[in-house]
């Protein structure tokens, strides 16, 4: 409004100006000069910033200096393996960046014991490997609630100063596995949970993968030990045999301080110690247990796995040697229940896992069917052996010098190979030919023993290891027999028959068999003489070791009888 009207008056006080000096009218001249100061003064008044318009002052903002933040963990540094022990050293390495950590420990859940176990450690105060129960303290706690937990643990006090043990735990799982994992720091003040987190967010996977690594490497070793019990279980003849291998195989792959076999007695209906690891002789002579009884009686009767843990602080039972824990699994098939496999721990909690009872439980089903195979090949070889026993004894009728001879030759070649190491299978061929070592003699008559020989007669004589090995070798079961049987004539210098071998060209069994013989021959009646007392017999042996006799096989033989002849020259050609 003001800026307007001082323009108007300026317009008017030109117009004027003009008409005085047209005119020279000095009326005209005042009166523009008056409407010119006018305009003028309008005009400074509009130019004058205006009160109303000017903007409101600014107030003065107070900014807070920037409050100081923790120092930012380091980039984390992966382990370049899954290893539980590599992982374990690499959390505790990272954790450096935000305190001083004394332990990194990474834990496994065993939900068939409630306990934690523990997979790996570092640092100088790593827990042991003592199993720890899954609602203890705060990795309990953490595993529970599904959350990082960080509270103090422990009192910490030396000469010098007095720490807080502050234990971080955050629980971590791959697949159905759940597991925790935890750092340990001492210190005054609590570390910062949220760097320790960052940690954490990185790190996870890795620590999920170690537990499901070690997951799997004891799967595999479980495997690997089922796999190698199954190869030696199946090899083995001797049911003896496969109740020691079943047993050491549960031993070793538990770790187990005690462990037994039990066969159920068809008979009676109760379960008999029959091989025991770590308990008392007379324990395992007098346990006998009916079914439903105790433990094993359970499991017999159930025909399931159990396994039995002690009450925290509860001490163990004196009538249990120390057991505190123990597993017992059925040894059972198809075909039904043969006994229960017995394993303890003296050890709370113990080491005992869900994956412990499954390698147990399917060891107690390969053991049943090794044992029944086992038994059956047994019995054929019993009811096979009585056979060419009544045969042998069948073809002694001939001559009656003889019968009884046999049995003799059988029990001492026996003797003799148990005290020099043979094996079972050695043994076992040993057995067959000592009862057939003269099968080869049947084509001579009778009346041979007590009559002058003629020359077919010895002939055959001579050639009787050869006829006895051909007619063995028709049966390809008997052909570990047949060099036995072959060579049990040899001497030990190589003036025997057929070959003229010497030495140990000769087969060990058949040099066994060469000495039982003669002692027997030389002990028996003959219709050309009478028996020769046992220590003469001995004093033969020991003149002709080294030349027809193995002197070894007959030192051992003569220790075997009790004698302490020192006449045996040492082993030579």
Request: contains cysteine; negative net charge; hydrophobic residues 45%.
């Amino acid at each position: 409004m003001t800026s307007a009207l001082a323009s108007i008056l300026a317009t008017l006080s030109t117009l004027l100006w003009a008409l005085a000096f047209a005119t020279r009218s000095w009326f005209a001249a005042a009166v523009a000069l008056v409407l010119s100061i006018a305009a003028v003064g309008y005009i400074s008044v509009s130019t004058r910033p205006s009160r109303e318009l000017a903007p409101p002052p600014v107030p003065a903002i107070h900014v807070e200096p920037p409050a100081p933040q923790p120092p930012r963990v380091r980039r984390l540094v992966q382990p370049k393996t899954l290893d539980p022990r590599a992982v374990a050293r690499a959390f505790f390495d990272n954790a450096i960046a935000v305190s001083q950590p004394v332990a990194a420990h990474i834990w496994l859940e065993d939900t068939e014991t409630g306990t934690l176990r523990l997979v790996a450690g570092a640092g100088p105060l790593a827990p042991t490997n003592q199993p720890v129960p899954a609602n203890r303290d705060t990795l309990g706690r953490s595993l529970a609630g599904g959350k990082a937990i960080l509270e103090p643990h422990a009192h910490l006090c030396s000469a010098d100063r007095e720490d807080t043990l502050w234990r971080y735990a955050v629980p971590i799982g791959y697949d159905s596995l759940r597991g925790v994992a935890a750092l340990d720091f001492a210190s005054t003040s609590p570390p910062d949970s949220g760097a320790l987190n960052d940690i954490v967010a990185g790190f996870r996977p890795t620590l999920s993968g170690a537990i499901a690594l070690y997951v799997a490497d004891i799967r595999g070793h479980a495997a690997r030990a089922l796999l190698d019990a199954a190869r030696a279980l199946s090899r083995n003849l001797d049911p003896d045999q496969v109740i020691e291998t079943a047993l050491d195989t549960a031993m070793s792959s538990t770790r187990a301080a005690t462990g037994s076999v039990m066969l159920l007695d068809a008979a009676t209906g109760r379960l008999r110690i029959v091989a025991a690891r770590g308990l008392p002789e007379e324990v395992v002579a007098s346990t006998e247990v009916a079914m439903g009884e105790g433990i094993a009686g359970w499991v017999a009767a159930s025909n399931q796995p159990l396994l039995v843990e002690d009450l925290p602080g509860k001490t163990g039972r004196t009538d249990r040697h120390g057991v505190r824990s123990a597993v017992s699994v059925p040894i059972a098939d198809e075909d039904g229940l043969l006994g229960v496999l017995n394993i303890g721990s003296r050890d709370f909690p113990a080491r005992f896992t869900r994956a412990h009872l499954d390698i147990l439980e399917t060891l107690g089903r390969l053991a049943a069917v090794a044992l029944r195979n086992a038994r059956a090949m047994s019995s054929a070889g019993d009811l096979y052996f009585d056979t060419l026993k009544a045969l042998v004894l069948a073809l002694e009728t001939k001559d009656p010098y003889a019968q009884g001879g046999t049995e003799r030759v059988l029990h001492y070649s026996l003797l003799i190979g148990q005290a020099m190491g043979l094996s079972i299978e050695e043994s076992h061929a040993l057995e067959i030919a000592a009862m057939l070592h003269d099968i080869g003699m049947t084509g001579l008559d009778g009346s041979a023993s007590t009559r002058p020989l003629s020359t077919v007669e010895r002939g055959m004589l001579t050639m009787h290891p050869v006829i006895a090995a051909d007619i063995l070798e028709q049966a390809p079961a008997l052909a570990a027999v047949v060099p036995i049987v072959y060579h049990h004539h040899e001497h030990f210098d190589g003036r025997g028959y057929v070959t003229g071998s010497s030495g140990d060209q000769i087969p060990l069994a058949s040099r066994i068999l060469a000495v039982a013989d003669a002692y027997v021959a030389m002990t028996s009646d003959r219709p050309y003489r009478a028996a020769k007392t046992s220590d003469r017999a001995m004093r033969e042996l020991s003149d002709k070791a080294g030349t027809q006799f193995d002197p070894d096989v007959v030192q051992t033989f003569l220790h075997l009888l009790g004698s302490d002849s020192n006449r045996v020259p040492d082993r030579r050609l």
